[in-house]
Structures are given as structure tokens and as C-alpha cells.
């Protein structure tokens, strides 16, 4: 189906419907989080019912984004009263199992609209607006709601830009293209101020969470040969909030061209952040491995120890990128 009727038809399930579930993969991130509350407050604006349910918790940071966030989302473990929901609408997720337990407010004869940048999206909707080649989920949602003819209000503007600034890095990615900045400048004329997001989302840090940073970064070990570089944390003995700031120095290691964040969560199940700053693909890589995502970043999870984990995984990743040298 061509995009303008894919378009019209998510405009129809809005329109025909009022009460509407609203969720995205496990371990929000922004674009997960900006879409989601862009799409939330719209279906408010247009006198809707909606809730946004995620397994995990929505970071403090995100707050300024939403009107009322008790009013608005609410994480998984916290519902006590369990709701069969028909219109659901998921955003920024590649493959259903990513949604985790929200899954089981899915009535048996649920209409799924899912919306989504991964190449690797397993099109699990009833309707599937999937577009690899665009920087986020945040930038569809525009789409659609400019294709409906909704009124963007400088709330729903922001919640959006924030959705775009985060999967680009702050318009620093390999995906920043001309769509994105095109879009960037529409927003900006809604009213959203690109330096204030970008400060919110990119600048803000509290000492004690730099302190962590610091302690991690510290001990980043690289593999100069393979041009690879690892950071690992125990999240139980130094709980990080928020995995971006490690992330950015990371990734700004000028000897590195692969990049590893692996966080021990509990035991022996770690999760697993890989960037690439070259052709390798990442994503194809963490596949092996029941992970996914997109060329230079994605994300998978392995059980096991950290030392298990290097003889494994950083092993088989240090001979495949040295065969590509
Ligand atoms: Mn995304």
C-alpha cells in the first residue's frame, strides 16, 4: 500500500475509535518516549480517550514533555486494574516481543497500528507503517499527523523534535539528513526552540549521575587493533539512570570505529549497546545473538557473565571486524 493511503487509514482508526493504548519497546529511550507522548496528546487535542503503558519507567528527564504525566502514562507493575484495550497504537519497536508484558492488555480482538524506523520490524500490525530510511519514529509520527491535517500545537511539536534530536544524536548521526533538518526547521516554526531541547536532552546532568559516568568512563578498555572500544558497568553497584552520557564518550573515542556498552542488570543477564562509526553493521552483527536494530546502533542482551560474555560475543566481534580490515 502507498504511503498516503497508509496515512488515511491510521486517520480512519483514529477518527472511528475513542479509547486508545498507546506503547513502545522495553528500556524507553527518547524517540520512544517523544513519540509516544506526541501521539498521546494529539489523541487528547482531537477529544480521544489514551494511555501510554510501557514496561519500564519513563525517566524524570522526559518530564517537561508531558501536560500531566500522572494523567498520561503509566508503567506496567504499576497497573492495578487491568484493562482489555482493542486500538493500541505501538511506536519505535521492531518486533512485538519488544512491548514486553503490555501485551497482556491486548483484548483477543486488538487492532494494532505499528509505526516504526527499523529496517528489521517484523510488520506484527494490523497496520504497519515501517520506513527504515527515516532517523526516527518521531519524524512518522509528523508525517502522519501532517498527512491528517491535525493541528500541531508547540507541546505535540516538542514532544516530536525531542524524538528526532535523540535518535540523531542531536543532529549529529549518520541519518541526519536533509528530511530531518527540513522537518527540524517546520518544528522550529511550531514554536519549539532547538537549543533548549538540545540542553535538556544533551547537557543536563546531575553531579552524583557524573560521578557514575566518570567511574565507568575511567575503565573503558580499547582494542586498538580492532579499532574497538568496551565499556562495561554493574548496574546493581553503580546504578546508572540514564546510559546516553556514557554513550557519547564512548563514542567519541577518535581510536574506536565499533563501540560496546555493557550494563550487568542483574545476575548474569546483561544488556548490551553497540555503535558503529563504519560500514559495519552492528545490527546484523547483534542478530546472531537475538538482537537487532539498525546499521550503526543496536542493542541485544545475553546471558551470562561479563568474562563469559568476552569469550563469546567481543571474541567472535573482534574476528569479524579484523577479517573486514
Ligand atoms: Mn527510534
Redesign the pocket.
Known amino acids: 500500500m502507498n504511503r498516503d493511503k497508509l496515512i488515511k487509514q491510521i486517520g480512519t482508526f483514529i477518527s472511528e475509535n475513542d479509547d486508545f493504548l498507546i506503547t513502545s519497546h522495553f528500556a524507553p529511550?527518547g524517540?520512544?518516549i517523544g513519540?509516544c507522548i506526541a501521539f498521546h496528546l494529539m489523541l487528547t487535542d482531537l477529544g480521544k480517550k489514551s494511555l501510554i503503558v510501557n514496561e519500564d519507567k519513563i525517566i524524570d528527564k522526559y518530564d517537561f514533555l508531558f501536560r500531566d504525566k500522572s494523567e498520561s502514562y503509566i508503567q506496567y507493575s504499576d497497573i492495578t486494574e487491568k484493562t482489555e484495550f482493542e486500538n493500541v497504537i505501538v511506536l519505535?519497536t521492531a518486533t512485538f516481543d519488544r512491548i514486553g508484558k503490555v501485551s497482556e492488555l491486548f483484548s483477543k480482538d486488538v487492532t494494532v497500528v505499528n509505526i516504526?524506523?527499523?529496517f528489521t520490524n517484523t510488520n506484527f500490525g494490523t497496520i504497519n507503517l515501517v520506513d527504515g530510511y527515516v532517523s526516527?519514529?518521531?519524524q512518522l509520527v509528523l508525517e502522519i499527523f501532517k498527512g491528517c491535517n491535525y493541528n500541531i500545537t508547540k507541546d505535540i511539536s516538542d514532544a516530536i523534535l525531542t524524538?528526532i534530536l535523540?535518535?540523531t544524536g542531536g543532529l549529529k548521526f549518520q541519518n541526519t539528513n536533509i528530511e530531518v533538518i527540513s522537518d527540524v526547521k517546520e518544528l522550529m516554526s511550531l514554536g519549539s526552540v532547538l537549543p533548549d531541547i538540545t540542553e535538556r536532552l544533551f547537557s543536563s546532568i546531575s553531579y552524583e549521575e557524573s560521578m557514575k559516568v566518570n567511574k565507568i568512563a575511567s575503565e573503558i578498555k580499547l582494542y586498538g587493533e580492532e579499532r574497538i572500544a568496551v565499556a562495561y558497568n554493574d548496574q546493581q553497584n553503580n546504578p546508572l539512570i540514564e546510559n546516553e552520557p556514557v554513550l557519547m564518550i564512548l563514542n567519541s573515542i577518535e581510536e574506536a570505529e565499533v563501540t560496546l556498552f555493557v550494563r550487568r542488570a542483574d545476575e548474569n543477564k546483561l544488556k548490551i549497546s553497540l555503535r558503529s562509526k563504519s560500514e559495519f553493521n552492528v545490527s546484523d552483527f547483534a542478530a546472531k545473538w537475538g538482537g537487532g536494530g539498525h546499521k550503526n546502533a543496536a542493542g541485544m542482551r545475553y546471558k551470562g557473565t561479563f568474562e563469559d560474555f568476552n569469550a563469546d560475543v567481543l571474541d567472535k566481534l573482534r574476528k569479524v571486524v579484523m577479517d573486514k580490515l
Open positions: 529511550d524517540d520512544n513519540s519505535d516504526d524506523h527499523h526516527s519514529a518521531s524524538g535523540s535518535d
